[in-house]
T-cell receptor, first 111, second 115 residues
Framework: DQQVKQNSPSLSVQEGRISILNCDYT??????FLWYKKYPAEGPTFLIS?????DKNEDGRFTVFLNKSAKHLSLHIVPSQPGDSAVYFC??????????FGSGTQLTVLP | DGGITQSPKYLFRKEGQNVTLSCEQN?????MYWYRQDPGQGLRLIYY???????QKGDIAEGYSVSREKKESFPLTVTSAQKNPTAFYLC??????????????FGPGTRLTVL
């Protein structure tokens, strides 16, 4: 039973446009959400996070939105750059326990 | 500089052999984790440890074993009992301080191939 789902395995966008990556979760006890970026044959790197007491967190070109009633979060990248092409994982945790990861979305930014 | 190291980067094993993957961190992190990634899938938790000499099973612990004799080190042994060991293995660590969120920092990974 997947508690964290990324239903889009891939996404392609033009350079300079907005990339929107989506993530849904089923466990209402999750109180902290994270996004990681991963290049092939490398470990994931932390990108941005959000606590359940907030609905938005911004860091440069990256913004994460949390909709608790819909159990949905999204990552917006504006503007998208070719170097953003990678697999993006969302993850969630309950009271700072271990993370539960989604299956990932491959983002391709076309020049 | 601080970070997490995993060795080797590539590992080949014959069926029936045990193999140990190394993970070392110099971040003074309390907790360490082992994940497995298969193509098209997310990261699945194998084992984790929050304190020296203690560890817990994750979602897919069967066929694996770990030890945590030192805070800096968390080696993973893939035993011959693991039915499908070919995968990309990732080690991670995090601080458990009250002021810290639980962002996990990952090593570069080890790709294990069973021949």
């Amino acid at each position: 039973d997947q508690q964290v789902k990324q239903n889009s395995p891939s996404l392609s966008v033009q350079e300079g446009r907005i990339s929107i990556l989506n993530c849904d979760y089923t466990n209402s006890m999750f109180d902290y959400f994270l996004w990681y970026k991963k290049y092939p044959a490398e470990g994931p790197t932390f990108l941005i996070s959000i606590s359940s007491i907030k609905d938005k967190n911004e860091d440069g070109r990256f913004t994460v939105f949390l909709n608790k009633s819909a159990k949905h979060l999204s990552l917006h990248i504006v503007p998208s750059q070719p170097g953003d092409s990678a697999v993006y994982f969302c993850a969630a945790s309950v009271v700072r326990r271990q993370l539960t990861f989604g299956s990932g979305t491959q983002l391709t930014v076309l020049p | 500089d601080g970070g997490i190291t995993q060795s080797p980067k590539y590992l080949f094993r014959k069926e029936g052999q045990n193999v140990t993957l190394s993970c070392e961190q110099n971040l003074n992190h309390d907790a360490m984790y082992w994940y497995r990634q298969d193509p098209g899938q997310g990261l699945r938790l194998i084992y984790y440890s929050q304190i020296v000499n203690d560890f817990q099973k994750g979602d897919i612990a069967e066929g694996y074993s770990v030890s945590r004799e030192k805070k800096e080190s968390f080696p993973l042994t893939v035993t011959s009992a693991q039915k499908n060991p070919t995968a990309f293995y990732l080690c991670a660590s995090t601080s458990l301080g009250l002021a810290d969120h639980n962002e996990q920092f990952f090593g570069p990974g080890t790709r294990l191939t069973v021949l």
